[in-house]
């Protein structure tokens, strides 16, 4: 149990400098984001990333039309688990408080990169039977 107990504080400690180092960031910037759209961003960026590295294994290990389904929803899965985890660790750490609107935003920031990813795939499949 004093293991688990470790583990879990360094995660949270690894989290926290991850967001302490992307907030710092963003205040240099010249117009900085607000605490919502940096949830937006930030969850959508890991998202797709998350998606675009779990596709390939999945398209292997099932060789069917499905596996992008399957990648979305463990990609999906796991932005809400890490969002969770980043309001409970900033809770816990004192670096900002639990707020519900920003795990809101951060699973919205996901689903809009993820629509626009279909957007894209279903205009790739249009232009595709097109040309056929």
């Not at 293991?3 to 504080?9: E, G, K, T």
């Not at 990333?49 to 060789?63: A, H, S």
């Not at 699973?107 to 790739?124: D, I, K, N, P």
């Amino acid at each position: 149990m004093g293991q688990l107990r470790l583990w879990l504080y360094q995660t949270v400690a690894f989290i926290a400098r991850v967001h302490d180092t992307i907030a710092a960031y963003n205040r240099a910037l010249a117009y900085p984001f607000s605490d919502k759209e940096m949830h937006f961003i930030v969850s959508a960026a890991f998202g797709l990333l998350l998606f675009l590295l779990i596709l390939p294994l999945f398209c292997v290990l099932t060789k069917h039309g499905r596996a992008g389904i399957m990648a979305w929803i463990l990609a999906f899965m796991t932005v809400l688990f890490v969002t969770f985890a980043i309001e409970v660790g900033q809770q816990v750490t004192g670096t900002g408080g639990l707020e519900l609107e920003d795990i809101v935003y951060s699973v919205v920031g996901f689903l809009a990169v993820s629509v626009g990813v279909w957007v894209l795939y279903l205009l790739y499949l249009l232009v595709k039977w097109i040309v056929q």
